[in-house]
């Protein structure tokens, strides 16, 4: 049975994908056979006039997974804005069927996957004749969610905010991951502390600037994965 994750956070550029990274690279590093599944990426790179999902490409080599980073992506657009306004310009509407069908080829080569979402945890994936936001792709794959927020100045509105959306809205969330953690901050170390009071959620990790794992070192990532049918 194939164990998996989605990857949130409390917002754009907070640090999913680093995360999703380090996360898929420290359980490879432990035995374990773990992928990476991006459902839908705006802002693709054009190299060599093709179109190359960035972020994809990223995990992969951190991770050291020799794979086409097409495949780990249902929707890939050029645009560097909002998927449901990247798939509008691009005339290609996001449909939650076919993000299925790739998860479950995905699913079939790795015995743990990283998928990783796109903005914060209210993300719109679609906007026309109907709505469909993040959470409804999460609870179609049936995933519990890990939620990436920042150490610094804010996270405890933006975090609480998140984790509160997330539980309004029935997913399950099994903790935090701090990103950009200085523990030389008198501030961060509080954020940590009330973040944790606040929620009633756990940090389960931390990654300074520049990590090439999350702290502690002795930490359990394959924890982190719940069972998907």
Known sequence: MTKAIFITATGTDVGKTYISALIVKMMRERGFNCGYF??????????????????????????????????????IFKPAVSPHLASKIENKPIEIKKILMDFEKIKKD???????????ITCPLRIDDRILLLPDLIKALGLSVLIVATSELGTLNSTLLTAEYAKANDINVIGIVLNKFNEK???????????????????????VKNAHDLLPEDLSVERFFREVI
């Open 185 to 207: 901050e008198f501030m961060q170390l509080d954020n940590k502390i009330q973040i944790e009071r606040l929620t009633g959620l756990k940090v389960l990790g931390l990654a």
């Open 38 to 75: 991006k459902p839908v990426l705006s802002g693709a790179e054009v190299v060599g006039g093709n179109l190359i999902p960035g972020d994809c490409s990223y995990v992969l080599n951190t991770a050291g997974i020799d794979s086409d980073p097409c495949k780990s992506a249902s929707y």
């Open 110 to 120: 790795y015995e743990y996957v990283v998928v990783e979402g796109a903005g914060g």
